[in-house]
Each structure stands twice: as C-alpha cells, then as structure tokens.
C-alpha cells in the first residue's frame, strides 16, 4: 500500500518517496536515529518508542488471517463450520496436534504449526487474537510452540502451499491474489466461527474472495484482533515533505485503500487523525 501511495503521491506532486520494506522493528530504530523520515508500523507504538519521541498515525486496516491448504484432509470441514478462537488457540499452542481431533473427524494425520521468525507486528497481533480479551501470546511463546518459523509473510505462506497439514496465519494479501482478489494458490482462510456456534452462519460467511472480506472487517464483523490498524510514525513529528505526504495519506490517498486489498479507516477515525496530525504540529510549534 506504501508503495501504491508513494507512486501516487509523485504522479500528483513530483516528490519521490524510496519504500523499503524489513518490518515494524526496522521502520521504527531507523525513524528513531533519524536514518528515514517515516516509519511504517503493523501496530500501535509501545511506551518506551512514545518515551523516545516516536509518534505515529493511523493509515488503514489491515487482517491476520488463519492459514491452512486447500488438500488438507479436513478442509471441508473447516470450511462448513469454521473454528472458534479457542480452537485456534488449541492449535498454535499445541493442545490439539491432530486434525482429527480439531473437527472430530475419522482423520489421523498430525498438524504442523508455521510461524514468524522475524520481527512480526502481524504475529504480534495473532497473539493477541489467541489469547482472547485481556490476555496475549508473546511472538517469542508462539515461536517456541511452533513447528518451523520463517521470515516474512511470503515465506509462511509457501510453507503452507506446499503442506496440505500445515496451519500457520497471513496478511489477507498472501491469501487473495493481489490483483484479482480471488484466492491464491493452494492456501486457503480458515474461516472463524465467531458466536461459537459450532457453525458458520450466513454472516460469518465472507470468505470467498478478498472484497467481501473486506466489507466484514469494515462493517466490524470481522473482528480486531486479528484485523489491525496500520500505522505511519516520526520521530517527534512528521516536518516538511514528510508531513504533507502524511496529511495526503489520510485524505486524498483513502480512495487508494480498499482497491489495494485493505480497508479504509472509517471517517470518524480519519478525522480524530488528522485532527491528531495538526494537534502535534501546533504543540511543537509552541514549544519550540
């Protein structure tokens, strides 16, 4: 989406922007020792990054979304019914090691768990969705759970459509095709069963292809976690070329979000953003 945006804003203005990608971690240290002007976040800063001057604003959202193959031998099951979160949780943390057990099917073949290795903001935020309401999963416990760990989202999702027993968690991106949005090689959404029914009702249905995902996370079906807000950070505030870019990201470069498999945010939450934007701006003006 950055980079969509970068070559929009040049086509508009002339002024380039270089994106380069390496992870929350990596946006962050460098905005932070001055190395780039923006930093791009998978979540909200932590208290020692605000402590340090970061400061960040939401962009969009983004989803984290279960991952398994589209030969595995309970995918209709799966399917039908969905999982539960705390199915999911079962899983990721090896309670449940057999697909048979996970849908009670006459299935005996085991279920290898892929995870991060890098510094993930998305694997935090599965964390998050895992534990359920005021409890978490660190990324280091859910690497120490899991069965193999990669680097980058591209890597985890080769991992699972090359096993037809793995399970693992992407960015909606790596499972819609980007162009089409229809789904992507063998890998497959585990759908989440949201009331914890046992079933997916026609609501919870929205799987299919990558816009009607999208309309469920804007319409807050979907839950967060695991959807998640994106995030453009500075360091103390967003100067010169970098804050017009910043402004024009949360205004005119919305139209850009949900044709780029994303959802835009919702207009109360761009005006408490870009009313955030100028509030920092008027504060260092004053201090300074």
């Not at 009670?104 to 768990?113: F, K, L, Q, R």
């Amino acid at each position: 989406m950055m980079q969509v945006w970068a070559d929009e804003y040049e086509s508009e203005t002339g002024v380039g922007i270089d994106v380069s990608g390496g992870g929350t971690g990596v946006g962050v240290s460098d905005v932070l020792n001055e190395q780039v002007d923006i930093a791009m976040m998978g979540r909200e800063p932590d208290e020692d990054e605000l402590d340090q001057g970061l400061f960040a604003v939401a962009m969009l959202i983004d989803t984290v979304v279960g991952t398994i193959n589209v030969d595995n031998p309970v995918y209709d099951e799966i399917r039908e019914n969905g999982l539960t979160r705390s199915e999911f949780e079962a899983v990721f943390t090896r309670e449940i090691t057999n697909w048979g057990e996970l849908v009670d099917a006459d299935v005996d073949e085991p279920i290898y768990v892929y995870g991060r290795s890098d510094s993930s903001a998305a694997y935090k935020q599965w964390g998050d969705f895992l534990g359920g309401e005021d409890d978490f999963y660190t990324e280091n416990e859910l690497e120490d759970f899991a069965d193999g760990n990669f680097d980058g989202d591209q890597q985890v999702a080769q991992a699972i459509n090359n096993d037809a027993l793995g399970f693992s968690m992407n960015n909606l991106n790596y499972v819609y095709d980007y162009n089409t949005g229809d789904l992507e090689m063998d890998i497959r959404p585990v759908p989440l069963d949201i009331d914890g029914s046992g079933t997916l009702s026609p609501a919870e249905d929205f799987y299919d292809d990558r816009d009607e995902f999208l309309t469920a996370v804007e319409e807050g079906i979907y839950p967060a976690p695991p959807a998640r807000e994106m995030f453009i950070a500075a360091k103390e505030e967003f100067e010169d070329e970098a804050a017009e870019f910043a402004a024009w990201v949360l205004t005119e470069g919305q139209q850009y979000v949900r044709e780029n498999g994303y959802a835009p945010l919702d207009d109360d939450r761009l005006t408490e953003e870009q009313a955030r934007l100028e509030k920092r701006h008027e504060q260092l003006e004053v201090t300074s």
